[in-house]
């Protein structure tokens, strides 16, 4: 039938970015490759406790034809047989959602919806676990949605969290066309497969996500204006045989430096360079001398 962890999770939608996402936490090995079904566009779907993994693909058919999340929720249950012992939370890409607990899950389980949003968990230590969630995206309009989902865990978790404890955790967004490179929906997929505390893993990483991948109106600054310090920062770490304000040499050995580190999705040809890098090259050469 599939996996009874204890489990929590929350769907959303942002509107301003035309994001979806999903973040969800278990008592589980490996969560992230369960729970999550989302598509750019569309909608998001979190399927648990004894999880139905087809309902992932087919809400989201049911989604894309036009379906709204109640519907295409009713259609899912209706066709199965085991539906008493899912739990299932859905949202579209037009902020409407829906969520469902069946009266098999083991208690603590329920679940809550609002505007852009639909949070649910089960074998939780009580109510306000989810009540957490969904507080917790309430107060936050605004901020990037990533950031919105991993804090409604760990809002969760310190309101009581899994009756069993933690082990895995997982955070998923897509956007049309914000995949790496450009070439997919897929903006951000980290996942904690196995850990004692998943959540904060799960932060840490999203930290790193913010250095490698860019944000809309992010800060840059002018190269002709650190060509000095970003010179003898860069031959502090090899990339330059020695200081230089030289700016084409500055340049390219930022090039080098970026593609080695793996932020090729952070250079840029109009003679700027995020502070984010910037401070990450001024870090790596401090500890380096």
């Known amino acids: 039938?599939?996996?009874?962890?204890?489990?929590?999770?929350?769907?959303?939608?942002?509107?301003?970015?035309?994001?979806?996402?999903?973040?969800?936490?278990?008592?589980?090995?490996?969560?992230?490759?369960?729970?999550?079904?989302?598509?750019?566009?569309?909608?998001?779907?979190?399927?648990?406790?004894?999880?139905?993994?087809?309902?992932?693909?087919?809400?989201?058919?049911?989604l894309s034809r036009g379906a709204t999340p109640q519907e295409a929720l009713d259609d899912l249950l209706e066709a199965d047989p085991d539906r008493d012992s899912r739990q299932v939370g859905l949202v579209d890409a037009e902020g409407r959602a829906a969520t469902f607990t069946g009266r098999a899950c083991f208690p603590w389980a329920g679940g809550r919806t609002g505007r852009n949003y639909a949070c649910q968990g089960n074998i939780l230590v009580g109510a306000d676990t989810v009540d957490a969630l969904a507080t917790h995206f309430e107060a936050t309009d605004g901020q990037e949605l990533a950031f919105r989902l991993v804090g409604a865990l760990q809002a969760a978790q310190a309101a009581g969290g899994d009756s069993r404890g933690q082990q895995s955790a997982a955070v998923v967004v897509v956007q049309e066309g914000a995949g790496y490179?450009?070439?997919?929906?897929?903006?951000?997929?980290?996942?904690?497969?196995?850990?004692?505390?998943?959540?904060?893993?799960?932060?840490?990483?999203?930290?790193?996500?913010?250095l490698y991948y860019p944000r809309p109106d992010e800060p840059t600054v002018a190269l002709d204006g650190i060509a000095q310090q970003l010179g003898t920062d860069l031959a502090t770490l090899g990339y330059l045989d020695q200081p230089t304000t030289d700016i084409n040499a500055v340049t390219d050995a930022l090039r080098r430096f970026s593609l080695t580190e793996n932020l090729e999705e952070r250079l840029r040809d109009d003679g700027r360079v995020f502070q984010v890098v910037l401070e990450y090259i001024q870090k790596r050469a401090a500890e380096a001398r």
């Open 1 to 62: 039938m599939g996996m009874r962890p204890s489990t929590f999770s929350i769907v959303a939608f942002d509107p301003e970015r035309q994001q979806l996402g999903i973040a969800v936490q278990s008592k589980f090995l490996a969560v992230g490759s369960v729970v999550p079904w989302v598509k750019a566009g569309v909608g998001a779907i979190a399927t648990q406790s004894w999880a139905n993994t087809a309902y992932g693909p087919a809400g989201l058919d049911l």
């Open 181 to 210: 490179g450009g070439f997919n929906d897929r903006y951000l997929d980290l996942r904690v497969d196995d850990h004692p505390a998943p959540i904060e893993e799960l932060h840490r990483l999203l930290t790193l996500h913010v």
